[in-house]
């Protein structure tokens, strides 16, 4: 302080008294005590009786607030007296610096301020000086320019009268911070005199003895200013201060407010989408307004708010792409004097924060990193002249809506009238505004500091375009076109931005286009092992891409398909497609979809898959585009037929809405490069079945070797020597019957067995005969169980009196062989009508995939049948006459012959010719051999034999011609040998003649 003496005398006063004072004692520098201390207001423009007026501690009142600070050594102006200090007022008190006007015409000159619109308050001063005593210093503290907009939002100046007339005045400038540790407002001082100059005098020390500031509640035009918290917790001022010798010193003092009940509390929100259309990646905006409330009393701060995002306003998985997130280090949410150190790549969006004393503040929201308990996490950082406002704030999606919830508690007492979050639109953009149209309206949850009811504000914004459509279209593709070779097969759907995602699909694939169960080293996955996640590499058989997400630039996620065991019984296997949800720092799980896997009766794939998830924990899929790539070596096989075969597709979306089909084609070429030779074989008959009428046992079977096309179509057509049985054709079970599958066991005609190279088991199954609707004879319906499963039909019909049967639509499957084996006995489907045991003829017609056609016609081997004799015959022509020799026999496990009757050709005579014969190496005597005409007919002895043997000799021709052709070797004649076995058949046998 500086003090201008106005008279002489106090010069010879000061020159007596000095030597006295600095004579006293002084004790150490310090401050004794703090005082807060609410008072009623002296503007209030409420009456007494206001509560808020005749109570100061009301929270969230305007009273005129006393802070008194008291120093030690008082009254002894030779002691160290305070230089600087700086007042920090408690979290939640307000100075409404907006609405009192700023002095522009504030300075330091000894001129006095006039400037009373900016009048905030008093300041008292108590001071010692030598001669002088003790000095009441008044004055009157204004709202002032700041002396640094940069660093100090607003200041205070202090303008001090003179004590004494004629003494020059005191001006301060208390600079306005905000306290980085507790975002409280903190007043400074400094340059606080500890001498006064004194004309004539020269120097004369003064010691400040205390300092009290009283802060209005309203101005002398009744605006508010000094604000109590709102909130009823020790509101603490703390001081420290130093003095001029540099010597340290601190205290606090504390006031409690009360009647939290009776704080105001409202708060209202705003809501905006830029753009506003449907399912678009916008820039979406929430405003949080607390109430304007002021006199008697402001509304409670805010404490605690949790926001319901509009139901079907989802989080964008795009986001996540580029993301990175914000560690709880580098946010530092406890160090509220140092910005985040975050980096850009965590970014989300951005914060509008308006203060009515500090202004407004532009901040930003990031993307923290995820806990134990917490997946998503938002920072928020508002830096406020070298303080910052940090909030950490957790989103939690509902994981079967995905309705956002964004809470953030504990908010610090800071006043504000406006703060508003927005979400950053464009490709990457946080959220997608709402697929239907109308208002979409988010809720808030707000609570107070003082301790009341929350109030639960709302907000929306209307959305608009709501014109979404379901076209959703496939691709496939093959990596080898060359028929029947592996292949890696690629399947895709895709469907354009702002569409109706898929909810579910199903394919079937191309004929032929088929996978190999038996391929080595492959497993399949179990079903629970799946559901789990966690099938084996030895199950994978390819990769999958999934885009998902909304907007121009949606990312991939990378994951892997499986083969599983079948869901369903009877199918050949089952799928599972895995993809993990992970994207940048966001780590939602492993979505997992299943899908069942069966094969058609056309040899193609059918895939049915479980409804595609629309939420994984509660984060949107958005599916784009789905790639499924089949590429284990060894396991998909191309058709063995050529074109361009299709793959059909059907959708159904995910709001339950019409479904919608697509298709494509795979190129397969190379046909005629496939082999085909299939091999057809027959056994017919058995013990008791092989005589006419009764009903032989039969079966066939056709083997293919690796490598060649697929058999197509087969016709077998049976020999002359077999007919059908009209009884078992009449029981034939009705198709209406078959097709509910309530056939009976007596329907059933023959076992049918298949081996592929593709499965590990043989397939089999019974074979039904069903009576169709269009008549004639009932058709062989077979039915193939196994690892897969597979249906064929027959069809029968009589031509030029033989069967023939007809498989005319065989999928296009490698089989290795397939065995058909029908029953004999009265129930069979086939009548003997002629001689089996002469190995009849079996026809049979074979086309294949690739277009070629083969015809065989083997003999079938007859079962049951005894071992009938085998005959030959030869004859010696010289000189007008011959020698013939006929031998005839059968095996051990044969029937002994009992009789042999030789008929010679036409154009040889044995008359007058010696005949003989023998039985083994038994002569047999001449009453055993009876020649007739040209006939010898040996009657063989009770035992029989297995060998008999007949010798002619003097044979002659009937010709002169034929006897010079037979001399020659020439000609071709037939010896018929009939035969009798005991307890056998007759045997009658064509025999060439062997000329020698």
Known sequence: MRFSPPRALVAALVALLVPLVLSASAHAFSLTSVGATPGRPANSPLGASDPAVRDPLSAAAHPDMAIRLDFDDVGNPTADSVDSLEIGLAPGIVAFVNHIETCTTWDMSQTRTNCPRSVIGSAITRASAPVLGALTLNGAIYRIPSPDPSRVPTAFGIDIEPPLPGLRRIKLVSPITVNPLNLGLT????????????????????????????????????????????????????????????????????????????VPFNTTLASSADPNTADSTSAISTDVIPGTEDIPRVSSMVRGTTFLGAPGMLLNPALAARLDACTDAGFALADSSVAANCPASSEVGTIDFTSPILGNFPGKAYFGTQTPTDRLRLFLDVPLFGAHIKLSGTVNPDFRTGQITLKFSDLPQVAFTNFRLTFKGGPQSALVTPTTCGPATTIATVTPWSGGAARTPSASYDVVDCARRFTPSMATSVSNPQAGADTSFTLSFDRPDRTVPVGRVAFDLPPGLIGSLALPGLTKCALATAAANACPASSRIGSVN?????????????????????????DPAGLSISVPARLGPVDAGIVTVAQRLTLGNDGGLDIVSDPIPALQLGIPLAIRRLTVNVDRAGFMKNPTSCGTPKASGAFSPLDGGAGATASSTITVNGCDRLPFGPRITGTIGGRGQNREGQHPSFTTRITQRAGESAMKTAVVTLPRAVSTNLPTLRAACPLATYNARRCTARTIVATATAVSPLINRPITGPTYLVRTASGGLPSLAVELRGEVSLDLLGTNAVRGGLVITTFGSIPDLPLSSFELRFRGGREGVLTTVGDLCARPVLGARFTSQSGRATSQSPRLTALGCVPRPKSGATLRF?????????????????????????????????????????????????????????????????????????NVRGVRASSARLARRLAARRGRLTVTVRTAQKGGPRVTQKVKLKLR
Do not use: M, W
């Open 187 to 262: 007043a400074s001082l400094s340059g606080l005199p500890n001498f006064a100059e004194v004309p004539l005098v020269g120097r004369l020390p003064v010691h400040i003895d205390s300092i009290t500031q009283i802060l209005n509640g309203y101005n002398a035009e009744g605006r508010s200013f000094f604000t109590n918290p709102t909130s009823c917790i020790p509101a603490v001022v703390s001081v420290t201060a130093r003095s001029h010798g540099g010597a340290p010193t601190s205290g606090n003092g504390s006031y409690t407010p009360t009647d939290c009940e009776n």
């Open 546 to 570: 999934a885009i998902v997400g909304s907007g121009t630039e949606p990312p991939t996620l990378p994951g892997s398909i499986y083969l599983t065991e079948p869901r369903v019984a009877g």
């Open 878 to 950: 010289r000189r007008g006459a011959g020698r013939l020799g006929v031998r005839t026999g059968v095996a051990r496990s044969g029937k002994p012959l009992s009789s042999v009757r030789i008929g010679l050709p036409r154009g040889l005579l044995i008359r007058g010719a010696s005949v003989t014969s023998k039985a083994g190496r038994t002569r047999l005597a001449r009453r055993a051999i009876r020649v007739s005409g040209r006939t010898i007919t040996v009657k063989l002895s009770r035992r029989g034999a297995r060998k008999v043997t007949v």
